[in-house]
Structures are given as structure tokens and as C-alpha cells.
């Protein structure tokens, strides 16, 4: 099956009241991780790129590996660029293959994020691309920029039909206090989300497919497994899974997850080479990376988005 748009997978995901993984991707073993997970689960999947796997993977590469998970199954993959910061790198994905694109406006001002969002919207459905929009800006650490927690600043529902109206987007990144990273609340404090901008935006914008960033759960055994082999990750924090459940089940139709790939692929690596000193074949940690990442995204699409068997 050819690559395809996230609209069908979003209409069908608003309506059956569950959420599909956005899941980032920067090697192959990465890629194939997950896709066997999806394939396993007959889940439609969302591959996602930044501007960091680019330049860390090169297009080329990352393209070919997602030409390769779609020739290795009949699921509905779309291949979306994650947090574009400008026009150039969004038409660079649109030119180079993509079927979606964020444009991460959130640091602009208002007038400034309509502009530049509806300048890529123009550019990208001209060329049958769907793009991600975002309002409110999230705390955490996304491709070098780290917003501090005062920088962040919750999604004013106020703002969100305006915005989306004027600029034509497909779908709208919120900010309801979930951040990127694996500290996202202080330890001793109890994780919240403000559900109930989530409705209001919805109340607002009904029908419309809203996304979760900064959605790991940072499970604990995998952070304990990492310090248990010769690890030193202070107390991490995630978005607890019965909150992305409910989200889900709302307007919330697209769920980002990248640290919890990486917890799971480095806890994977750590064990095997503390318990296996003398290998040195790659081959041989990185089998068991791709197996916590599979374990890891079953786990998701089954315990947390719903998306089993929607593909
Ligand atoms: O939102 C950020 C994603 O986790 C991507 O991270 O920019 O380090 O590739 P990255
Ligand atoms: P996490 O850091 O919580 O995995 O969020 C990833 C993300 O939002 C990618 O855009
Ligand atoms: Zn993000």
C-alpha cells in the first residue's frame, strides 16, 4: 500500500473513539520495531521524522526505511514531519515524499503563527499533503530548543477556530500541560492535565482531530532497568497511561511518543551489555533493542491508544 494522509485514519479514529501512535523514528531498527508491533496488531501507524532524525539519518535513508515498512505490510502508514520550524524544511518533506507535516508555529506570536501555518497549508495541499498546526506551546526539550517551564503556556481555546479557519489546517497540536522529555512533573507532585481545555476545544471545534505531544508515559521498571545497569537517570516523570486512555477517547486523535522508544531501546541495550560483556556485534544488542521497541508500541496500540485492529 502506498504511503497515505492521516484524514481517513483521523476521521475514523474521532469517530470510534480511540487514538493513533505518532511514533519518531530515527534508525532502522527503530522503524522496524515499530511497524511489527502495527503489523502484529493490525493498527494503522503514523512514522514520524524531526528535524534531529534528518540530520541524523539523512532524508534518503529515512524515506527508503518507510518504503520499506510499507512494502513489508498492508497497513496505512502516513510519514509526517515532526515540529517543522519553518517553510523551507516543510516543503523540503512535501517535495521529498512526505503525506504529512507539522509546522511548529507555537513560538511565534498569533498573527505570525497564522502566516507562517497557512503559507505550508497552501504550499502542502497543492501537493496532496495534510498538515499539523500548534497553538500553546509545550515545556521540554524538542530538537536542541528547550522551553522552560515558564516559557510553556497552556492552548487558549479563545484562539483555536480562528486559527483554524484562517489557516486551513488538518489537525491541532494543543497544550494542556503534557511536556516532551522524560521530566515532565516533579517528582512528589501528582501529573495533571487540564481536560478541560481539551473540551473546550472540542466544544469549539467539533469533529476536528486535536494531537497529544509530549505523551510518554516514562514507565517506571524501564527507568529503574537503565539505573540498575550502570545507568544514572534522575527521577523521571510521564503522562500516567489512564489520562492518554481518556484523552483517546476525546477529540484527541493522534498521541506522540518518542521517549518512551528510547527508554525502552536503551534499557534493552544496557541489560544486554552488562550481561553480556564480551559481545561486540551489534547485531546482538540491537536485536534486543527492536524487541523493546515491538514490546513497546504493542503495548500502546493495545493498553493505551485503542487502535488495535482499526487498521
Ligand atoms: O518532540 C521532540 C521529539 O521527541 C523529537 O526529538 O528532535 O531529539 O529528534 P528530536
Ligand atoms: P515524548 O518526549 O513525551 O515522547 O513526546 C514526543 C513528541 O511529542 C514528539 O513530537
Ligand atoms: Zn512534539
New binding site residues.
Given amino acids: 500500500m502506498p504511503l497515505v494522509t492521516t484524514t481517513e485514519m483521523f476521521k475514523k479514529a474521532y469517530e470510534g473513539g480511540y487514538a493513533i501512535g505518532a511514533f ?1 523514528v530515527n534508525n532502522m531498527e527503530i522503524v522496524q520495531g515499530i511497524t511489527e508491533a502495527a503489523k502484529e496488531e493490525n493498527a494503522p501507524l503514523i512514522l ?1 521524522v524531526s528535524a534531529g532524525a534528518r540530520k541524523y539519518a539523512k532524508h534518503v535513508y529515512l524515506i527508503k526505511l518507510v518504503e520499506a515498512a510499507l512494502a513489508d505490510t498492508d497497513l496505512p502508514i502516513a510519514l509526517h514531519l ?2 517543522g520550524a519553518d517553510f523551507e524544511i516543510c516543503k523540503s518533506c512535501v517535495d521529498g515524499g512526505f503525506s504529512s507535516v507539522m509546522i511548529d508555529g507555537s513560538h511565534h506570536d498569533f498573527e505570525d503563527n497564522i502566516a507562517l501555518t497557512k503559507k505550508v497549508v497552501e504550499y502542502a495541499h497543492a501537493h496532496g499533503v495534510v498538515v499539523e498546526g500548534e497553538l500553546g506551546q509545550l515545556a ?1 526539550i ?1 530538537d536542541d530548543v528547550n522551553v522552560s517551564e515558564d516559557k510553556a503556556h497552556y492552548t487558549d481555546p479563545a484562539q483555536v477556530e480562528e486559527f483554524v479557519t484562517r489557516t486551513g489546517v488538518d489537525s491541532l497540536a494543543i497544550a494542556i500541560g ?1 511536556s ?2 522524560a521530566y515532565k512533573f516533579k517528582p512528589g507532585t501528582k501529573p495533571q492535565l487540564r481536560f478541560d481545555i481539551l473540551e473546550e476545544v472540542s466544544r469549539r471545534l467539533p469533529g476536528f482531530p486535536i494531537v497529544l ?4 508515559s516514562v514507565p517506571q521498571e524501564f527507568v529503574k532497568l537503565v539505573n540498575q545497569y550502570g545507568g544514572n537517570m534522575p527521577d523521571a516523570i ?1 503522562v500516567p497511561e489512564e489520562m492518554l486512555r481518556k484523552a483517546a477517547t476525546m477529540a484527541v486523535c493522534k498521541i ?5 522508544l528510547r527508554l525502552a531501546m536503551t534499557a534493552a541495550i544496557r541489560q544486554h551489555m552488562a550481561e553480556h560483556p564480551d559481545h561486540f556485534d551489534p547485531r546482538q544488542y540491537l536485536t534486543p533493542a527492536r524487541d523493546a521497541i515491538r514490546a513497546m508500541v504493542r503495548h500502546k496500540i493495545v493498553d493505551v491508544l485503542g487502535c488495535a485492529g482499526k487498521a
Fill in positions: 519518531n514520524q515532526d515540529h521540554g524538542e503534557t516532551h522529555g505531544h509530549g505523551a510518554s510521564g506522540n511518543i518518542d521517549s518512551d
